[in-house]
């Protein structure tokens, strides 16, 4: 089975098939991150370029470990440091990064949609890290990873996405996969942060934390991404983190064996306390691993090197 489009603009797009596919494929890409020497030569003479329009420390270095790991010749882009600042449009970046030879490019950009644009306008493969407040499909496959690497199974599975869910690109993308895969999806955050309509896309909706949490197996906490508020939304940090923040007393209402994830950076003491970030039900660590894994599968596959070469070449 090979994915179906040259691309990975988002979750939203993909079969439970293809979301499968990248998940077993991500498995023995992190035994190779296990191995003292980390690289093998699937994508030895292959070009990838990462192109940021947003800040980021891990999903960029993440990609950027990922390719170097397969042996592929990377080049990292910043707007702030390209023509982007001469006024050049994304369109012409993306056809000049083209015309030098880049076999992948992958994308976070603060417009919704922009990976998109980018993937009709090139013959490369683009990957989406991250569009505005729309999708960030990597991150939920990490996600989704480390849940299935430690429950075994996501179907069935009760979890819970508690925050700021109106901004965030991370919340959509899980609920599509997550859904797909078969999982129940809660959502729970103040009411001023909840998209519209949000019930349609099949997840149950609360606005009590303790409710939310009742008996689930996952708790992904969001970060409150303060750079993307609108004034008003919720009356202050502390409020907030009275009313939704994750401590030991709500956790305790979620299953004895219920995981933790967060897809970082913490805002320690807001979204979660720094007992349960630092604790024994927290894979946030392996979460950063997992993504590693998880992108490395993702470049194997838009390459079409599974056609040539075995993974652990």
């Given at each position: 089975?090979?994915?179906?489009?040259?691309?990975?603009?988002?979750?939203?797009?993909?079969?439970?098939?293809?979301?499968?596919?990248?998940?077993?494929?991500?498995?023995?890409?992190?035994?190779?991150?296990?191995?003292?020497?980390?690289?093998?030569?699937?994508?030895?003479?292959r070009t990838i370029v990462t192109l940021f329009y947003e800040p980021s420390t891990r999903t960029r270095s993440s990609f950027d470990l990922a390719a170097k790991?397969?042996?592929?010749?990377?080049?990292?882009?910043?707007?702030?440091?390209?023509?982007?600042?001469?006024?050049?449009?994304?369109?012409?970046?993306?056809?000049?990064?083209?015309?030098?030879?880049?076999?992948?490019?992958i994308i976070r950009h603060s417009a919704a949609g922009s990976p998109h644009l980018l993937a009709r306008t090139v013959g490369a493969s683009v990957i989406n890290a991250g569009d505005g407040t729309h999708e960030h499909p990597t991150q939920a496959l990490l996600d989704i990873y480390t849940v299935r690497e430690k429950k075994g199974i996501v179907k069935g599975l009760k979890v819970a996405i508690l925050g700021d869910i109106l901004h965030s690109r991370v919340a959509r993308s899980n609920i599509w996969g997550l859904t797909k895969l078969g999982a129940e999806v809660r959502v729970v955050g103040p009411s001023t942060l909840m998209p519209p309509e949000?019930?349609?896309?099949?997840?149950?909706?609360?606005?009590?934390?303790?409710?939310?949490l009742e008996g689930v197996d996952v708790v992904n906490v969001l970060r409150i991404q303060l750079e993307r508020q609108q004034q008003g939304l919720f009356p202050s940090i502390r409020e907030y983190a009275r009313l939704f923040g994750l401590n030991k007393e709500r956790l305790a209402l979620a299953d004895p064996d219920a995981l933790v994830l967060h897809p970082g950076p913490l805002n320690r003491g807001v979204e979660?306390?720094?007992?349960?970030?630092?604790g024994t039900k927290s894979v946030i660590v392996e979460q950063v691993t997992n993504g590693v894994a998880v992108r490395m599968a993702l470049l194997y596959l838009l390459s079409g090197e599974e056609d040539s070469h075995e993974v652990t070449n």
């Open positions: 089975m090979r994915l179906k489009n040259k691309d990975l603009l988002g979750l939203q797009d993909l079969s439970a098939d293809e979301i499968n596919l990248i998940l077993d494929t991500a498995i023995p890409m992190k035994d190779i991150i296990k191995r003292k020497i980390k690289k093998v030569p699937t994508l030895r003479g790991y397969l042996s592929a010749d990377t080049i990292g882009i910043s707007a702030s440091t390209s023509s982007v600042v001469k006024g050049e449009s994304l369109r012409d970046t993306a056809r000049t990064i083209e015309a030098m030879g880049a076999d992948i490019i949000i019930e349609r896309l099949g997840v149950k909706v609360f606005t009590r934390t303790e409710d939310a979660i306390t720094p007992d349960i970030a630092d």
